[in-house]
């Protein structure tokens, strides 16, 4: 089992940023790839980005240019750094893993979830 610590929501105002970060520990050596899954007020659960164990990272369209995930393989952290956020980008945040051999669509979200709200 691994276990999911999440931190760095909060309240920005359009055009903000923040950064999310997400610990991992317990069955860490299963784990090839880490990221990001989000859901909205009234919408369904969407990918935002995720990032393999050699960083390969692969965005939504819709954070394309304004969110940069990252990862500290030696610390079992990845890291989303959110930039020009917009209201949309309201929801909250669930750091999610997948373990070798399973693709993306099929990552386990352990993580409480961190609330990111953009509002002015």
């Known amino acids: 089992q691994v276990q999911l610590v999440e931190s760095g929501g909060g309240l920005v105002q359009p055009g903000g940023s923040l950064r999310l970060s997400c610990a991992a520990s317990?069955?860490?050596?299963?784990?090839?790839?880490m990221g990001w899954y989000r859901q909205g007020p009234g919408k369904e659960r969407e990918s935002v980005a995720y990032?393999?164990?050699?960083?390969?990272?692969n965005y939504a369209d819709s954070v394309k240019g304004r969110f940069t995930i990252s990862r500290d393989n030696g610390k079992n952290t990845v890291y989303l750094q959110m930039n020009s956020l917009k209201p949309e980008d309201t929801a909250v945040y669930y750091c999610?893993?997948?373990?070798?051999?399973?693709?993306?669509?099929?990552?386990?979200?352990w993580g409480q979830g961190t609330q990111v709200t953009v509002s002015s």
């Open positions: 317990g069955s860490i050596f299963s784990i090839n790839t």
């Open positions: 999610c893993v997948a373990p070798y051999g399973h693709t993306w669509s099929s990552a386990n979200c």
């Open positions: 990032i393999t164990t050699y960083e390969t990272p």
